[in-house]
């Protein structure tokens, strides 16, 4: 089987993405990473990819956080469809998906968030569920399209949220649980065991 040809953009530290080379490392998922971007050209995810001899693209900040302007993000999607990328996985990647991205990629892009959706989108999800007092929380892996943390879900783990839980201490049990959920979607799709939105093999 030909592997799964991966683009990862994050925007952070990169523990997600770390958690899925392994996993690729160690032979159990037939895909491969062909590009990782990121908007932060500091960001920890690049520097992991650089050291373990992927190809990394930082693209222009541009005047918005919270998105990246259209010409900006079109560059960032021409660099993927260059690379071949036929899976998008954001792991940590903070902007809104816009046109560019989406028009190129649509049905093709998963996103991995720290709770179960539709409890808790947007920002420190392990915030808001220790807030509402959630006896349990969790991960999501969902597809994405122009609703932040709005597509579908794909698959999710649940999490318990313990008693005399910080913040901190309920993201890295929640983080735990990422860990293993985005290889094996990533598995799972490569090997046709769940449905595309739109599937690249019927693209090729
Ligand atoms: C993860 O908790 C993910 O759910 C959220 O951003 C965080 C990224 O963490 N979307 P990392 O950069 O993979 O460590």
């Known amino acids: 089987m030909r592997p799964l040809k991966l683009g990862i953009l994050g925007s952070g530290k990169g523990s997600n993405f770390l958690a899925l ?3 690729l490392r160690e032979g159990t998922v037939p895909a491969e990473v062909v590009q990782v971007g990121s908007d932060q050209s500091k960001a920890g995810i690049l520097e992991s990819a650089r ?3 992927f190809p990394v693209f930082a693209c222009r900040t541009g005047a918005f956080q919270t998105k990246l302007e259209p010409e900006i993000e079109e560059e960032l999607a021409n660099v993927l469809s260059q690379a ?7 792991a940590g990647y903070m902007r809104v998906l816009k046109t560019p991205l989406l028009r190129r990629f649509g049905g093709r892009i998963i ?3 720290p709770s179960l959706l539709p409890a808790f989108p947007g920002l420190k ?9 959630v006896k349990e929380t969790g991960c999501t892996v969902h597809w994405v399209n122009e609703v ?5 879900t794909i698959r999710q783990v ?5 008693t005399g839980d910080t913040a901190e201490s309920l993201h890295a049990r929640i983080q735990t649980a990422e860990h293993r959920l985005l290889p094996e979607v990533v598995r799972d799709l490569a090997i046709g065991n769940i449905p595309w939105e739109r599937d690249p093999r019927k693209l090729r």
């Open 125 to 133: 999800a392990w915030e808001q569920a220790l807030r509402a007092g």
């Open 158 to 162: 649940k999490v318990p949220v313990q």
């Open 21 to 23: 080379a392994n996993a």
């Open 111 to 113: 996103n991995i968030h």
């Open 51 to 53: 050291g373990m001899g």
């Open 84 to 90: 071949g990328v036929e899976l998008v996985v954001l």
């Open 148 to 152: 932040v943390d709005g597509g579908d």
